[in-house]
């Protein structure tokens, strides 16, 4: 009987220890981004679809309020926000600029703005895809400077990307 209450005893304090330690060596995904969840504002949406039929251009309206056209749609599981991507882009203003443009260039799309972590899951790897993101899901009121110290995107722009997706991770 002694042996037994021991026993209960010590398991009594043993399994708080262990669950309390045994979270210490969960493994971390390491990714602490979240689906986003932005929706453009109408203002932007009507901006865009203003633009958009100047311009001529026929693309798709997201429930987001950003446009895309899918030119090849890849293969295999499209991206999540915590997915390394590998991508070759050019972004231009409406009036043609390209203010960024590289090359297998690697990010994780939760880190990336609104407009892409929303436009990029609907093509997997090996696809392509046009963006149009009004501003309340690309840089919204605040100017982005570019790589010489310039302003390349002034405020309240709307945001044109051609993006391929090389890999996803």
Do not use: H
């Not at 504002?41 to 895309?68: E, H, R």
């Not at 030119?71 to 600029?97: A, E, F, K, M």
């Amino acid at each position: 009987m002694r042996k037994t209450l021991l026993l209960l005893l010590s398991l009594w304090l043993f399994i708080p220890v262990f669950f309390l330690f045994e979270s210490c060596f969960k493994k971390d995904s390491g990714c602490n981004y979240q689906k986003n969840i932005s929706v453009a504002s109408v203002t932007d949406q009507q901006n865009l679809q203003k633009y958009l039929d100047s311009a001529g251009i026929n693309a798709t309206l997201d429930s987001d309020g950003f446009y895309y056209q899918i030119i090849s749609s890849g293969s295999g599981t499209p991206p999540d926000v915590c997915s390394v991507i590998t991508v070759t882009y050019t972004g231009q203003l409406t009036n043609g600029n390209v203010f960024d443009q590289e090359t297998n260039q690697l990010y994780t799309l939760g880190g990336l703005i609104a407009g892409w972590q929303q436009g990029l899951p609907l093509i997997s790897k090996g696809g392509v895809i046009k963006l149009y993101i009004p501003p309340s899901l690309g840089y919204g009121n605040t100017a982005q400077d570019g790589k010489n110290g310039n302003v390349a995107i002034p405020a309240n722009s709307i945001l044109i990307f051609n993006i391929d997706l090389i890999n996803v991770q």
